[in-house]
Each structure stands twice: as structure tokens, then as C-alpha cells.
């Protein structure tokens, strides 16, 4: 098994930083492109909650972004531990935001899930959250779209 | 990764093609972009030009459908050429295909909303 570990301050600009790490991180997999930009969006998604929603845009605080890479499953764990989400049911509701000001769609946890082959969320209010996500990354020419 | 907007108007309308990676670091400055054209010209439809868009995630999303609830309360409309199979799978998930649809050309855009030729 491959692994990484990532720390970096809770800021939107760092979102970059997250997915050109998992992209270079899965690239000796020979991935097909369409595989790395689904990643790169739920590593984004994962990433932006973290910062958006569990640290309320506090940049003194660490967003850690671990990756796991057993033959060609990928396991992506993002962690925060910022406020955590008072109510994951109404949370993972499509078209839900606790920031509609943000204008970005409630669509987080929606896509991150679908995208996903596994997908779970850990959080518990005042700790933190944890994001699992589990992607097969799959031989070039088998993207299913 | 670089992420660039150009937008062209057309005679109602605008053309707004997006470039690289569309992010939360990109949302806000592309909105104004587009209030500035918006409020310089009045248009009532926007066509988004995703051909050469790397990167989407729900802040784009989001920038693309509060342009959306802008333009449809002047009874305008939104559409989208040139998406990709990654890009229209993650408009398809968002469900932004409820309100906006892809279409083969501005012409074939035009068409559809009864712009003004």
C-alpha cells in the first residue's frame, strides 16, 4: 500500500495545492484524464468544506488531506477539526447550504457522493469532520460517463 | 493551474468561455466579470462555453446558477456547448440540466430562446 499525508492552512487557495497532490499522487496508475478530474473535484469538494464550513475561513487552522492507494482503489480521508455539522441529514440534502451568501450550489456532499464508489461522512458537532472517499481508478479507456 | 473568462456578446446575449480550472479561487472574480458585462449591456442570455473548462466542482456550479436566477428574473435564459463527458456528468449530478440545456451551436442557442436576429 501507497500513502500520503498532507497538512496545509485553511485557506481556498490551497484547494489547488490539494488536487495537483492527489493527481501526482495516483499518476503512476496511468489514470485516465477523466478519472483524475472526478478526483480532483471530490478532493475539492472535500477540501472546501473543511475550510468553508468546518473552520469558517479561519486560515490559523490545518486541513489534512490523506490519501491510500491499495492496487487501484483509492481511499481519500480529509479531516477537520473545525465545528463539525450539527445535522448530517439536512447537510447531505441536495441543494442544502448552511452559506447560500457563498452562491456555490449545496451540492457538495451530492457530488462527492456520487462520484465516489464509497462514500462516507464522520462528524461530530464541536470535533470535527472526516470525509472517506473511495475511488477504483480504472484502466485507461474505461471510463463509464 | 491556470483559469482564464472571455466573454463575447452577441446581440442579446453573452458568450462566456471558461478556460482551465474553474475554482472557488476563480468564482467570485468571474462573477464580476460577468455583473460588469451584464450591467454594461443588459443581456438576457448567457451561453456557457465549458470546451476548454479542466476543472468543475459546485463552486462553479453555483457561479453558473446564481447567473442563471439573474438572467431568468429579466425573462432571459442560460445554456452550455461543449462539455465534455467529466464536465456534463458533473453539471448532470448538480442538476443544472433541469434549468439549462446543452446545445449544439449559439445559433442552435438563439433558436431555442427566440433571440432577435
Not at chain 1, 499522487?25 to 489514470?31: D, E, K, S, W, Y
Amino acid at each position: 500500500m501507497n500513502k500520503m499525508e498532507l497538512k496545509f492552512s485553511a485557506t481556498l487557495e490551497n484547494e489547488a495545492l490539494a488536487r495537483i497532490a492527489i493527481s501526482s499522487f495516483i499518476a503512476p496508475l496511468n489514470p485516465s484524464l477523466e478519472d483524475i478530474s472526478e478526483i480532483k473535484t471530490m478532493v475539492s469538494e472535500a477540501v472546501s468544506n473543511a475550510i468553508i464550513h468546518g473552520y469558517g475561513f479561519d486560515m490559523s487552522r490545518d486541513v489534512i488531506l490523506r490519501c491510500e492507494l491499495e492496487k487501484r482503489t483509492l481511499t481519500i480521508i480529509v479531516i477537520d477539526y473545525g465545528k463539525g455539522i450539527e445535522n448530517l441529514e439536512e447537510a447531505k440534502r441536495p441543494h442544502y447550504s448552511s452559506r447560500p451568501d457563498l452562491e456555490r450550489a449545496g451540492m457538495g456532499l451530492t457530488i462527492m457522493e456520487t462520484l465516489a464508489d464509497d462514500f462516507e461522512i464522520r462528524s461530530v458537532y464541536g470535533m470535527g469532520s472526516k470525509v472517506i472517499i473511495k475511488k477504483n481508478i480504472a484502466l485507461k479507456g474505461e471510463y463509464v460517463s | 493551474m491556470e483559469s482564464k473568462i472571455r466573454i463575447t456578446p452577441f446581440e442579446d446575449g453573452l458568450v462566456i468561455k471558461i478556460f482551465g480550472e474553474l475554482d472557488s479561487s476563480k468564482t467570485m472574480l468571474y462573477k464580476e466579470r460577468i455583473h460588469k458585462e451584464m450591467r454594461s449591456n443588459g443581456p438576457r442570455f448567457l451561453l456557457f462555453d465549458l470546451k476548454d473548462c479542466s476543472f468543475l466542482d459546485s463552486a462553479g456550479i453555483g457561479m453558473i446558477l446564481g447567473r442563471f436566477n439573474e438572467v431568468e428574473k429579466l425573462k432571459g435564459g442560460c445554456g452550455f456547448i461543449n462539455l465534455s463527458p467529466y464536465v456534463k456528468k458533473v453539471i448532470r449530478i448538480s442538476g443544472l440540466f433541469s434549468v439549462m440545456k446543452e446545445y449544439d451551436s449559439l445559433m442552435d442557442f438563439r433558436k431555442d430562446m427566440g433571440v432577435k436576429l
